[in-house]
């Protein structure tokens, strides 16, 4: 009989960073999520939750923004996993509005073809800042050199805005996921990453039709 070949990671050699939000019941108005335990037919406890698909860290797939676009079942898992680059913006009012000149100075030197760009504001004041305008944002031109790039996902978290209003935003989604590139939303603790290069996950609850889906996000970094 032949044994099969065991696998083996040495996780001693790197780091596991969550990097998902924690949704705390009942959630607010605009993003709910309420529970209310309940009991199945063998007596064990069940949660019924009301919520809807962008609720704390969250994938979007190309159907967040077209109706006949492919919805989280329809893409392969290695789109929502890879090699990721970190975007790192250290003074926002220097990069408010970030273009192709930016991240060409940003990155440029490690992005490779298939990359996935997860972005950090880590400027002190635009984080103890509440205003939307005081934080970093994309230029429809900054999406159109992802795409250039055949970028796989993009990710932000609360500090990070993905165009200066709607219109904008509008754009960067449009340019983007038509191409299939997925978006990640509601990132937490991007302040753990110590490197400039890393693997990243966030894998989608596996639901058809779904637009987007809650996801549990991580990074991996070398020691």
Same mark, same amino acid.
């Given at each position: 009989m032949t044994c099969m070949k065991t696998?083996?990671?040495?996780?001693?050699?790197?780091?596991?960073?969550?990097?998902?939000? =924690?949704v705390v019941p009942p959630g607010t108005q605009e993003r709910p999520f309420r529970t209310k335990r309940g009991y199945l037919a063998d007596r064990a406890f069940k949660h019924a939750v009301t919520t809807h698909s962008h609720v704390g860290t969250h994938v979007e797939a190309p159907a967040h923004f077209f109706a006949g676009g492919k919805d989280v079942c329809e893409l392969p898992l290695s789109q929502f996993l890879g090699r990721a680059v970190l975007l790192?913006?250290?003074d926002a009012k220097v990069a408010m509005a970030i273009g192709p000149d930016y991240l060409e100075r940003a990155i440029g030197d490690i992005m490779q073809f298939g990359d996935i760009v997860i972005c950090r504001n880590h400027d002190p004041e635009s984080l103890r800042s509440a205003r939307p305008e005081d934080k970093p944002c994309f230029v429809p031109a900054g999406a159109r050199w992802l795409a250039a790039r055949q970028v796989k996902m993009v990710g932000i978290d609360g500090h990070f805005r993905l165009g200066k209003d709607i219109e904008d935003g509008r754009a960067f989604h449009d340019i983007l996921q038509s191409q299939d590139v997925c978006l990640v939303e509601f990132l937490d603790n991007l302040c753990a990453l110590s490197q400039r290069q890393f693997f990243f996950m966030a894998l989608p609850w596996k639901v058809r039709k779904l637009d987007s889906s809650w996801a549990r996000a991580i990074a991996? =970094?070398?020691k």
């Amino acid at each position: 009989m032949t044994c099969m070949k065991t696998f083996d990671i040495d996780l001693a050699r790197y780091r596991i960073i969550d990097l998902s939000y =924690e949704v705390v019941p009942p959630g607010t108005q605009e993003r709910p999520f309420r529970t209310k335990r309940g009991y199945l037919a063998d007596r064990a406890f069940k949660h019924a939750v009301t919520t809807h698909s962008h609720v704390g860290t969250h994938v979007e797939a190309p159907a967040h923004f077209f109706a006949g676009g492919k919805d989280v079942c329809e893409l392969p898992l290695s789109q929502f996993l890879g090699r990721a680059v970190l975007l790192d913006v250290p003074d926002a009012k220097v990069a408010m509005a970030i273009g192709p000149d930016y991240l060409e100075r940003a990155i440029g030197d490690i992005m490779q073809f298939g990359d996935i760009v997860i972005c950090r504001n880590h400027d002190p004041e635009s984080l103890r800042s509440a205003r939307p305008e005081d934080k970093p944002c994309f230029v429809p031109a900054g999406a159109r050199w992802l795409a250039a790039r055949q970028v796989k996902m993009v990710g932000i978290d609360g500090h990070f805005r993905l165009g200066k209003d709607i219109e904008d935003g509008r754009a960067f989604h449009d340019i983007l996921q038509s191409q299939d590139v997925c978006l990640v939303e509601f990132l937490d603790n991007l302040c753990a990453l110590s490197q400039r290069q890393f693997f990243f996950m966030a894998l989608p609850w596996k639901v058809r039709k779904l637009d987007s889906s809650w996801a549990r996000a991580i990074a991996i =970094e070398a020691k």
